[in-house]
């Protein structure tokens, strides 16, 4: 859970004041950031607590069943200590907002996912704006709520998939690409704000410009294809004029992820990061097309060597679903299987959650919930060496680092292989002396299963150090 209360500075209480709780996902966080802008821009307070909050906001989140209940939790929490609640987000999509209102009943409106303008519309009713004209300016990357030196950029919303497990279609609809213009202008400013790693994040990155059938817009006065390469490679040329990283998340492996790949090698686009964050969920080709996923298992390990084969420090991170209705052990043997193939780097795992208004639901041969979790803790155990084994091989590399925190005589950073808070870290042993979003080289000499230790090989590191490819 993010909340905007301790993260942006209240302005004087003469201006109407709003609260901000943030939960879910890097999505949801986006349209969170983009609710907050609003507001701060027509002259709005962002207040620092909910006793000095004329209302609070409470953006949620749906997807599972914890996140529900952490969702309600919240949003009682605001209703208790503040009183006046605006609801929106995934949760607030479900039943058409009924299944908030009905165990909330004193919220003052509920809307569904990426709806500011409904949002917007929410707060004048009940918190009429100031009549300000001069108002704070806002700065032109908007309000974010992540730390200054990385922020999230959302390239599209909703998704064309129906995967059995998953409701995201039926909260935020069919896939809807952003124009690539304004997506690279919001690129920009980022950058020019002090952004050192843009996280590119969407339910569907690979279908980018899917929608639109790859229609043309402009950037800096030339035609851009609306497609994920050509995305890629202007979002990399950017990084590089600004010494920064692009990360690319939810990238589904569609045949053109290969170009993508291609840009991410040595002699590619220096600022797009050798990292691939691809969902597979499974690797049973009958549990796959149960969950109606691409099912080709053989193919999937054939691309992963082939991006090995071009990129060689490409660092892959996936998530995975066990006890899926019907899987059998048989077929989570099978799942085993392939991540010791695949020896992917990073990886992530659910045990199967019936969510509700899910058409997994209705599969036969649930699996029970001691065997989901059994299954769990064994992925785990499985990918825990996986993990440690392929970090091992970089202890007495030299890599270059973005430093996240400095505590003491010691730094907390992270490679191009490490995301920020779902990947590793990289402990700085002689980090004293840097700065937060400064890059560092540092030469790594000990590993574990999820995290580096280095030391600093550059006591003053240049500050025109230009991001490494590796993995």
Request: hydrophobic content about 40%; proline content about 6%; aromatic content about 6%.
């Amino acid at each position: 859970m993010t909340s905007a209360f301790s993260r942006v500075p209240a302005k004087s209480r003469a201006a109407p004041s709003v609260g901000f709780v943030s939960l879910g996902c890097p999505k949801a966080l986006v349209d969170s950031e983009q609710i907050l802008t609003r507001l701060r821009s027509e002259g709005y307070a962002i207040a620092a607590d909910y006793q000095a909050a004329d209302l609070v906001v409470v953006n949620t989140c749906g997807f599972i069943d914890s996140a529900v209940e952490e969702s309600l939790s919240a949003i009682g929490e605001a209703l208790a200590e503040n009183g006046k609640v605006i609801v929106t987000g995934c949760l607030g999509a479900k039943d058409g907002g009924s299944f908030v209102r009905g165990a909330h009943p004193k919220v003052l409106a509920v809307t569904g996912p990426h709806a500011a303008p409904e949002v917007m519309a929410a707060v004048h009713t009940h918190l009429p704006k100031p009549h300000d004209p001069f108002v704070d300016l806002v700065p032109p990357q908007g309000i974010k709520l992540t730390p200054r030196h990385y922020a999230y950029l959302k390239i599209s919303e909703g998704c064309n998939h129906r995967c059995t497990f998953c409701i995201i279609p039926a909260m935020r609809g069919d896939l809807v690409s952003r124009p690539i213009g304004s997506v690279l202008l919001e690129a920009e400013q980022l950058f020019k704000a002090g952004v050192r790693e843009l996280l590119v994040v969407s339910q569907d990155t690979s279908a980018y410009g899917v929608d639109v059938r790859y229609r043309s817009g402009f950037w800096r006065g030339r035609p851009l294809k609306t497609r994920m390469t050509e995305l890629v490679r202007a979002l990399g040329a950017l990084a590089e004029e600004y010494q920064a990283w692009v990360r690319l998340h939810y990238v589904y492996p569609y045949p053109h992820v290969d170009e993508i790949v291609e840009l991410m090698s040595r002699d590619g686009a220096p600022g797009v990061l050798s990292y691939l964050d691809v969902p597979f969920q499974h690797a049973s080709p009958r549990i796959l097309k149960l969950m109606k996923r691409p099912a080709n298992v053989e193919r999937n390990l054939d691309r992963i060597r082939s991006w090995r084969a071009i990129s060689p420090d490409l660092t892959i991170r996936s998530t995975f679903i066990v006890g899926f209705p019907g899987e059998t052990e048989t077929e989570f043997q099978e799942l085993l299987a392939f991540i010791e193939e695949s020896e992917l780097d990073r990886v992530g795992c659910f045990a199967y959650s019936p969510v509700d208004g899910a058409a997994a639901n209705a599969l036969p041969d649930p699996v029970g919930e001691p065997v989901r979790e059994d299954r769990r803790a064994r992925f785990m155990a499985a990918q825990e060496k996986i993990s440690r084994r392929r970090l091992a091989r970089k202890v007495g590399r030299t890599l270059t680092v973005l430093i996240d925190q400095v505590d003491g005589s010691r730094a907390s950073a992270r490679s191009a292989a490490d995301a920020p808070e779902i990947d590793g870290l990289v402990m700085v042993e002689n980090g004293k002396n840097l700065k937060v979003g400064q890059f560092a080289s540092v030469r790594i000499v000990a590993s574990s299963q999820h995290d580096l230790t280095g030391r600093l090989e550059n006591q003053v590191p240049s500050a025109s150090m230009v991001p490494e490819k590796i993995g």
